[in-house]
Structure formats: structure tokens, C-alpha cells
């Protein structure tokens, strides 16, 4: 199993688009609203209380979070030579993640996968 950690067309759209960063921000927010309500819930009533605290923290967290474009938006917005790179690169990340998840249920080979990984300089040496 080969990992690559250096998706160069990924990591600077990540880094330079202020709409990205505006969404992940607004997405973060509202996740943690929900997520919040969905604890809230489940500590008082259980597993349905996790159901309605989740979907009343949903709502709250739409009509509290600040108004942002989605990712779609986004990538859209990009250069047309930008954008297939990073749908490609975004591409053969979800590829990949596919594979390993389908490899690492077998016994032995998530062990065996981790020690690559951290075998690599990239990650060893950070």
C-alpha cells in the first residue's frame, strides 16, 4: 500500500481560497451546534433525544451560522486547468482512501499499513 502525503493542488486551495476557508469555518460552526445538540439529547433522553437534539441543533446551527457557498461553489469559481487538477488530485485521494479502507478490515494489514506510514520521512520527520 503506497501513501502519498503531498497533494500540492489541494493543499493550495485550501490554504489560498478565502471561499473555502468561509466554508469550512460556517460548516465547522454548524457541525459543532448540531453535534452539541445531538449530546445533549442523547445524554437526556438517549438514542431519541440524540435524534431530536440533533435535528434541533441542525436547525439552530442554520439559523445562527454565518451564510457561506459549499465546496461545489468553490471549486467551480477555480480556472479551468485549476480546477481539473484538483478534481483529478481530489479524485485519486478518494480512490485511494477506498482501497485502503477495503485492505486495512483484513487482520494484519492495518498494523502493517500504520508502520509504512510512519516509516515515510514526510511524517516521521515533522
Same mark, same amino acid.
Do not use: C, W
Given at each position: ?35 452539541? +445538540? ?5 445524554? %437526556? ?5 440524540? %435524534? ?45 482512501? +477506498? ?28
Amino acid at each position: 500500500m503506497n501513501f502519498n502525503i503531498a497533494h500540492g493542488e489541494l493543499v493550495s486551495f485550501l490554504q489560498s481560497s478565502q471561499s473555502m476557508r468561509k466554508t469550512a469555518s460556517g460548516s465547522l460552526k454548524a457541525g459543532l451546534i448540531a453535534g452539541g +445538540g445531538a449530546l445533549t439529547g442523547g445524554l %437526556m433522553l438517549g438514542p431519541l433525544g440524540a %435524534m431530536i437534539g440533533g435535528i434541533v441543533g441542525s436547525i439552530v446551527g442554520y439559523v445562527k451560522g454565518d451564510p457561506y457557498d459549499g465546496a461545489v461553489q468553490a471549486v467551480t469559481e477555480l480556472p479551468a486547468s485549476q480546477r481539473d487538477a484538483l478534481l483529478t488530485e481530489v479524485s485519486e485521494i478518494l480512490i485511494t482512501a +477506498g482501497a485502503i479502507a477495503n485492505t486495512l478490515h483484513l487482520e494484519g494489514n492495518f498494523l502493517s499499513s500504520l508502520e509504512q506510514f510512519a516509516s515515510q520521512p514526510q511524517v516521521r520527520d515533522q
